[in-house]
């Protein structure tokens, strides 16, 4: 049992080790580094998923004995955090961003004032929580996110910078682990700036001027979302006399103005997971190499943002229209962005959209706050994490070896790339289609909405899209002349060896979905929900989902086995196209429902509806203390 | 798990498909009839299917046999689900990729023909799909739950709105004019099935005979009486008027273009499925008295 | 050679309930052309034969031709012969198609249907009469049906053995086949 601390405290500075030892290092010594340090993660990731879930409690904490020396860690946080803002507010300036200088001063400020009345250097009773939740979290930025960095070596050669780069990659995935195991709020907030910087960095990483421009917009963006977090953090500790989060959320009779806490949390965490109207950065981030994208941008750190709001859930639950404007915003965002996804051709924009939008579907699930719709968030978390990165690093290959991301210059691509393409038709049925993991969330979504009938609509509108831009992209894939594919093409090893783990993860998990449904995620509600197995909850993955889901994967296993085995298309069947006769060369482009003006005048629709609702959450807090 | 019931939906499966072809013979009859001509056998339908099977093969490229392949098994899947009971949400995701599928076979050929025809059928999609779900949240409102179990609750009373939203989707999902935008016979020659030929044709279109068996088995959702043989009954009734209600609007009516569908299907089922769910909750709530 | 010779008797008795046109002007006035979409409409109604228009090889089964084949649809015609599968009929309506008159030693016709693919059945008639085109209908039906019970029938016709087209698709060995050297005098058969 002593394992699991161990292991959980590792996860956060092995990475951090690797991180500082990559920047100086050589090309060649750097790829060792890389490979070994991911190598570590993994086991490190793994070995504490299975002893977690061996060990069957429910959470484990790392209180002051666990941590070692606490003196280190306690002052280190401390110290570290005020050079982290001060270097935040140097980057902005560097960035010639007013916005960016003046949201980490208050940042800083508000952090050192709330410390110097409280006391520097206080020990946290519950410094790291590791919890079934956590665990979704640690385990996926652990083992993808290794993974992207392993890809990385490849994808990154020839490039500028390495060094910096890998350095940022790995002391990000110690960050994230820390963030996301963190009870003690400061320390959490200390580790979410560190991927701030991290993101920063990393998108700027190309320094063209586009890509100097988004990294400003993303630092302005998310500093502000910091500044939230930092003032109901600030709150917590200096009204509500605490400042862990598991004695936060325990407590089931907060009020009035105290609700600012969930309330700034959330759209703290709304910033970094670029829900509408924040949704502008990430966008922007798009213009990151590949392996940033597959990891900031949709497996793990967006994700932290929603791991937030989660955690917010039971003290959301406390006041109906908070909660309730909570759902309706990400309801927006999902359908929003799927609608904004058709518009686009450009495939790094597209799988932006579709992370902005399942992420609105997560926090839209934490807002309904049913037991049955956060096991629904939190498998839509994992699967759209898996399959999102699976995605993205896709997406860097093709645009690696064929150079372009536009989805109209990449028709044929299974003539080119087979096992590439094969990929993306798994990722692509993997998020919309069932019997995969996603479509367990989505199903499970939709009947949890039912308690919120207004959102069906956005939900409709949103995975009838979701389907559309999906099959639209595989289509072009897919679409070839008659002749035969060519000759494998030589993929780098890097490439081949991370891409076909996520696919059989993928592939996995999805089979196991029924007892991940009962076996885990029933298990990690926290206190003050219904026992899922008492709810109706319980009737949609009860013992009767094993059948239908081994139904369909059954199905869907015989009709790919008949097709793929026993039918043959030989030369002497072959045939022409349809095309009156003539002998042309059909070329096809796609449809893009409206182009960039519906586009402009969707986001902006999109964009002042969510501002006054978000607006609106934050006004509510101090409504209830009034009404 | 009811394993008699499960014997009972298999059986069922394997026949319905027959079902299914006599009946698109007798629209084609009725269609002759309205036209003032005689019209094919009832049967031709299965000897359409039997010509088809006997050709010998000819093909694009194997993606598409294979993608075609899916489509069919999923039809097929949604279908036997259906009748085995499960939820009714289940079924809406398995038919959304039943379509997925369908397209994908469509884009797998280079042919511009099928191109379009597959992304018209899209176009479809994003039509249909919102409309069908609010109308299986109607039933819901209704009934309490999800599960397609027949129930005894006479639902074309409570939710006559969204029964004629669901005439709309079902002319976009059987094809029919005004909405047989994807399959536009004379625009596009074939939409998505263009390039499929003997066996293959014949296996798409059995695919779309389970979609539309699968479509009527939603319909006769619609009657519900605890009496079983009066049950029965009612429910081939309504499967017979729906259909009839199908085959007059598409002799009546001339194809919309592909936005004009999405529009009127959109707007329209919208519009009918939240007012008829909005009524059914006032009256549940009782803001509106109801004997 | 062409034409259902020697078919399955199973799918040649199938092929009678359901055939399929795929309707190709190579060249005509547009007058038999008229006429056969007449016999489409309910005054004639071809549809109580199972007959259906489909405008795509793949799904045809009988090819209906008119026009006298110009040396620009010939290319055109043979791709889409191509693309139909077996078993397959031919019939060639109107004058025009059934020996290329008036047009026959024109500079810029190869002279009738026959002189590049095997014709199963002529219809002749300038323009054809639906009622004829009807006709010729139903004597390809006969034609299958004796072929299924195995009787003996007359061989779709081709003449022409000096036009062979060099533009022939890749990849079709049949289809090599069907256009190699062909006996080729000239006496013109009619049927029907």
Redesign the interface.
């Known amino acids: 049992m002593d394992l699991i601390p161990t292991l959980a405290l590792m996860s956060i500075l092995l990475p951090t080790l690797g991180g500082l030892l990559a920047f100086p290092m050589g090309d060649r010594a750097r790829k060792g580094v890389v490979l070994a340090f991911s190598a570590a993660i993994i086991f490190v990731g793994g070995a504490l998923t299975l002893l977690f879930l061996w060990d069957g409690k429910d959470t484990v904490t790392i209180g002051e004995d666990g941590l070692g020396s606490v003196d280190a860690w306690v002052w280190g946080i401390t110290a570290l955090d005020i050079a982290l803002m001060a270097a935040l507010i140097w980057l902005g300036a560097r960035s010639r961003s007013i916005v960016a200088v003046v949201a980490a001063v208050v940042q800083l400020v508000l952090i050192l004032g709330f410390e110097s009345w409280k006391g520097f250097g206080e020990v946290p009773v519950v410094a790291f929580t590791i919890d079934r939740l956590a665990l979704v979290l640690v385990a996926v930025c652990c083992i993808i996110g290794s993974l992207i960095a392993i890809f990385a070596i490849q994808y990154m050669e020839g490039r500028q910078k390495k060094g910096r780069f890998f350095a940022f990659v790995l002391l990000f995935l110690g960050a994230m682990n820390g963030a996301v195991l963190s009870n003690d709020l400061l320390w959490l907030f200390f580790f979410w700036e560190v991927t701030t910087l991290c993101s920063f960095y990393l998108i700027y990483h190309d320094e063209t001027d586009e890509a100097k421009a988004s990294a400003r917009l993303a630092l302005e963006i998310t500093l502000w979302g910091g500044v939230a977090l930092a003032v109901g953090i600030v709150y917590a500790g200096w009204k509500l006399d605490t400042l862990e989060l598991d004695q936060l959320t325990a407590s089931a009779d907060l009020a009035g103005i105290a609700l600012i806490v969930p309330a700034m949390l959330f759209v703290g965490g709304m910033t970094k997971a670029a829900q509408v109207p924040f949704q502008s950065w990430l966008l922007g981030a798009m213009v990151a190499p590949t392996p940033v994208s597959a990891l900031l941008h949709s497996s793990t750190m967006v994700n932290l943002g929603v791991y937030a709001i989660f955690r917010m859930a039971p003290l959301l639950k406390l006041y109906t229209p908070l909660t309730v404007t909570v759902a309706i915003l990400g309801a927006i965002s999902f359908a929003a962005t799927a609608a904004l996804a058709l518009t686009q051709s450009n495939v790094k924009r597209v799988l932006a959209y579709s992370t902005i939008g399942n992420l609105g579907l997560i926090v839209m699930c934490v807002g309904i706050n049913t037991p049955a719709s956060l096991v629904a968030a939190v498998f839509i978390l994992l699967f759209h994490a898996v399959s999102k990165g699976m995605l993205f690093l896709s997406v860097g290959v093709i645009d690696h070896e064929v150079k372009t991301k536009d989805i109209e210059e990449m028709g044929g691509m299974s003539e080119k790339l087979p096992f590439v393409t094969w990929v993306i038709v798994l990722g692509a049925i993997s998020m919309m289609i069932p019997p995969f993991g996603l479509f367990a969330g989505k199903w499970l979504s939709v009947e949890a909405a039912t308690n919120m009938p207004m959102l069906l609509l956005l939900l409709g509108v949103g995975s009838a899209a979701t389907i559309i831009y999906y099959t639209k992209w595989v289509g072009r894939l897919i679409s070839r002349t008659e002749a035969p594919p060519k000759a494998e093409e030589h993929l780098s090893p890097y490439y081949k060896y991370t891409l076909a783990p996520i696919a059989g993860g993928i592939v996995l998990l999805s089979v196991l979905t029924p007892f991940l449904a009962n076996g885990y995620a029933f298990e990690m509600l926290p206190e003050g929900y219904a026992d899922p197995h008492e709810t109706a909850a319980s009737d949609l993955l009860a013992t009767d989902s094993y059948l239908w889901i081994g139904a369909i994967f059954l199905f869907m296993a015989v009709g790919m086995f008949v097709g793929l085995s026993m039918i043959r298309v030989d ?2 069947d ?3 196209v ?1 095309t ?4 042309i060369e059909p070329q096809v482009a796609g449809h893009y429902f409206g182009g960039e003006a519906t586009a402009t005048l969707l986001t902006d629709l999109a964009v002042s509806v969510c501002a006054g609702l978000a607006i609106a959450t934050l006004l509510l807090p101090v409504i209830s203390e009034v009404v | 798990m009811d394993w008699l019931w499960l014997v009972i939906a298999t059986v069922i499966t394997a026949i319905a498909p027959f079902a299914v072809a006599y009946l698109q013979g007798v629209d ?1 009859r009725i269609t ?1 009839r309205m ?7 009832l049967l ?1 339908p299965i ?2 299917i ?2 088809l ?6 093909a694009v490229n194997k993606g598409q046999l294979v993608l075609a392949t899916m489509y069919v098994t999923m039809s097929i899947l949604a279908f036997w689900m259906f009748l085995a009971g499960a939820d009714l949400l289940i079924i809406f995701f398995i038919l959304s990729a039943a379509a997925a599928f369908y397209t994908l076979a469509g884009y797998a050929v280079l042919s511009p023909y099928s191109q379009l025809g597959s992304t018209r059928e899209l176009i479809q999609v994003i039509a249909y799909e919102p409309v069908l779900l609010l109308a299986f949240f109607g039933i819901w409102l209704v009934t309490g739950t999800f599960a397609s179990e027949a129930t005894d609750k006479m639902l074309i009373l409570w939710l006559p709105l969204t029964f004629a939203a669901l005439m709309l989707v079902l002319l976009v999902k059987l094809q029919k004019s005004p909405y047989d935008v994807a399959e536009a ?2 625009e596009i ?2 939409g998505p099935e ?5 066996k293959f ?1 014949a296996m798409v279109k059995v695919g779309h005979w389970y979609e539309a068996a699968l479509m009527f088995a939603i319909i006769s959702l619609f009657f519900g009486h605890p009496n079983i043989y009066v049950a029965f009954a009612g429910k081939l009734l309504i499967v017979l008027l729906a259909w009839f209600i199908v085959i007059l609007v598409d002799n009546s009516t001339a194809r919309l273009r592909f936005g004009q569908m999405a529009r009127v299907v959109l707007t329209y089922g919208l519009a009918l499925t939240v007012v008829n769910a909005l009524l059914v909750w006032a009256v549940q709530q009782e803001v509106i008295p109801w004997p | 050679m062409g034409g259902p010779a020697g078919g ?1 008797p ?2 040649l008795k ?2 009678i ?3 399929w046109i795929l309707h ?1 002007d190579t060249g005509s006035c547009n007058g038999c052309d008229i006429e056969i979409f007449a016999s489409l409409t ?2 004639y ?1 071809v ?4 007959i259906l228009n ?6 045809a ?1 009988v090819m209906v031709l008119t026009g006298p084949v110009t040396k620009k ?1 010939k ?3 043979l ?2 012969y ?6 397959k009929l031919i019939i060639a309506v109107g004058d025009c198609a059934c020996s290329g008159s008036p047009f026959t030693n024109a500079y810029n016709t190869e002279g009738g249907i026959d002189t590049c693919l095997p014709v199963d059945v002529y219809v002749p008639g300038c323009a054809a009469r639906p009622e004829a085109i009807i006709d010729g209908v139903v004597k390809a039906l006969e034609k299958l049906d004796k072929l299924a019970k195995g009787e003996p029938v007359q061989p779709a016709h081709m003449r022409g053995a000096n036009d062979v087209p060099a ?1 022939v ?1 890749d ?4 289809m090599k086949a069907v256009l190699g050297p062909t006996a080729g005098p000239a006496a013109v058969k009619k049927e029907g």
Not at chain 1, 580 to 583: H, I, R, S
Not at chain 2, 53 to 58: A, C, I
Not at chain 3, 82 to 87: A, D, N
Not at chain 3, 171 to 174: H, I, P, R, T, V
């Open positions: 030369d002497k072959r045939r022409k349809y009156c006769g003539e002998p | 084609r002759a036209q003032n001509r005689v019209g094919p056998p031709q000897y359409d039997l010509k099977l006997s050709k010998t093969k000819v016979h004379t020659v074939g263009i390039e499929y030929s003997g044709l | 399955d199973l799918a199938s092929l309930k359901s055939p190709f309910p005054k109604d549809e109580r034969f199972g489909r405008g795509n090889p793949k799904h089964d649809t290319s055109r015609l791709a889409l191509e693309q139909m599968p077996e078993p533009e698709s990849g079709n060995a049949a």
